[in-house]
């Protein structure tokens, strides 16, 4: 019998199917992937604006988690949107209980539209708790700037971020340089653990319709881990991923704000 390659993202849902476990899953399928979700928050939301925000209480989001992981487990997990502390501390009880392997965590703090996702109080919670147990964590400029304090605005201070995040976390830091200018979009990947620093280079794609790309990449990373890539391997290979899934996404229109990437380029004509 076939096995498939398990991936679980825990993260919020996305009711106009751009971001969140919708991205997510999407991501999953495209990668050959069996993907599962555990339900954090839903948000009502679209190409423009999160209009509402309900979270789940942290007892359900257990109950989740324990139903996937006591019958089909998982190879991988990716993290998005965790709303509260406590939902974030249950989290990490339950994985840790589980010895759950091949931790994404994107730590997402804002949405696309400028819309607050995390509250105040859960952002220590995600320092103390969630980031020592991840295996990679994908922050853009502004949640590296929430999480060190600093205000980072080009590669060398980029550079320097990643060594103060890395007193956060044992894992690999992928700090993402999209918010930067220039035709070219940089991300730094670097391992405290082995004090090893690579500076990816993509080709920025000039397009609206971005919506989902941190969730996308982070996604893409997990799939990778779950199909056997290193860290490095999985990183390279997401980002190449999501590059195609951007410029495909930019010849469609959807909505009138920031539309999605095209999670599934290689299967539409």
């Given at each position: 019998m076939k096995s498939y390659k398990r991936v679980l993202t825990i993260a919020g849902s996305d009711s106009g199917g751009g971001a969140g476990i919708q991205a997510d899953l999407k991501t999953f399928a495209a990668l050959g992937c069996y993907g599962m979700s555990v339900i954090?928050?839903?948000t009502a939301q679209n190409t423009q604006s999160v209009s509402a925000i309900s979270s789940v209480s942290a007892d359900f989001v257990v109950a989740q988690l324990?139903?996937?992981l006591t019958d089909i487990g998982t190879d991988a997990v990716k993290i998005g949107m965790i709303h509260r502390a406590d939902i974030i501390e249950a989290i990490v009880e339950t994985l840790?209980?589980?010895r759950v392997r091949n931790i994404v965590l994107d730590p997402v703090m804002v949405a696309k539209s400028g819309d607050k996702l995390l509250q105040d109080e859960a952002i220590e919670s995600l320092k103390r708790y969630l980031l020592p147990i991840a295996t990679v964590i994908t922050p853009n400029l502004p949640e590296a700037a929430v999480l060190t304090g600093k205000?980072?605005?080009n590669i060398t201070e980029m550079k320097e971020s990643v060594i103060e995040l890395a007193q956060l976390?044992?894992?690999?830091i992928l700090l993402k340089g999209g918010h930067l200018e220039g035709n070219e979009s940089v991300d730094i990947l670097y391992h405290a653990q082995t004090d090893q620093l690579s500076t990816l280079t993509s080709e920025r794609v000039h397009t609206v319709n971005s919506h989902g790309t941190g969730?996308?990449?982070s996604?893409?990373?997990a799939a990778g881990l779950a199909n056997g890539l290193s860290v490095s391997e999985a990183v390279v290979a997401a980002k190449e991923y999501l590059t195609n899934a951007l410029k495909s996404g930019a010849e469609y229109t959807l909505g009138s704000g920031h539309g999605p990437v095209h999670h599934f380029f290689s299967y539409w004509t």
């Open positions: 954090t928050a839903l324990e139903a996937v840790q209980g589980y205000n980072i605005q976390t044992q894992g690999y969730c996308t990449l996604s893409a990373i």
